[in-house]
Every structure is written in structure tokens, then in C-alpha cells.
């Protein structure tokens, strides 16, 4: 019913900046909260950021001031620009999203920072 496709990820340097894109479509549904994990090698995953139905956000301490999430609505998708990059921020990235269909998750999509 409903597909997350992500996109953005990649390989960048210590100090530059990525934009990861969590796109879904299906069938019509608005996204009512979403958020994104994250996964590094040998860890657990681990809660990145949240963006609630009102527009509220909240960050993990390690990327405050540094990510932001945000929504396009028309286009039911959700962002996460990440500035500032660090090598611990290597991770796989997933997108999460609530709609009138329950929670989806996206595939996952991997990023890489070179220090």
C-alpha cells in the first residue's frame, strides 16, 4: 500500500553535508510522523530523528544543530539534511514513516564519512 524509496546517501568527506530523501507513494495517504534511524557497523540502530504531526522535532544529542529533518508534503516526502558530517556518522540510514496504513519503513540507504 504504501513504498518508501531512498535516496541521497553516498560517500563525503568529514565537513560536508548530505541530503537523504525518503520518498512514498501508493496508494492516497498523507504522512502523519516520520523519522529517521540509523545503523553503524556493529551497533544497534539508533534513533536519529523524529518529525510529529504538528511539525515537532526532535534530535539524538550527537546531531543536534547539525541534522534537520523536514517534510514535503505535496510530494509525501521526507528529509534529512546533515551538515557538518563526522566519521561516526557512517551509518545505514533508514526512514520511518506513520500513515493511516500503520508504520513503513524504507530500505535503508548507506552513508559514509571519510575523516
Known amino acids: 500500500q504504501v513504498q518508501l524509496v531512498e535516496s541521497g546517501g553516498g560517500l563525503v568527506q568529514a565537513g560536508g553535508s548530505l541530503r537523504l530523501s525518503c520518498a512514498a507513494s501508493?496508494?492516497?495517504?498523507?504522512?502523519?510522523?516520520a523519522g529517521w534511524y540509523r545503523q553503524a557497523p556493529g551497533k544497534q540502530r539508533e534513533l536519529v530523528a523524529t518529525l510529529s504531526a504538528g511539525g515537532s522535532t526532535m534530535y539524538q544529542g550527537s546531531v543536534k544543530g547539525r541534522f534537520t529533518i523536514s517534510r514535503d508534503n505535496a510530494k509525501n516526502t521526507v528529509y534529512l539534511q546533515m551538515n557538518s558530517l563526522k566519521a561516526e556518522d557512517t551509518a545505514l540510514y533508514y526512514c520511518?514513516?506513520?500513515?493511516?496504513?500503520?508504520?513503513?519503513w524504507g530500505q535503508g540507504i548507506r552513508v559514509t564519512v571519510s575523516s
Open positions: 520511518n514513516i506513520v500513515t493511516r496504513f500503520g508504520i513503513q
Open positions: 501508493g496508494s492516497t495517504f498523507s504522512i502523519n510522523a
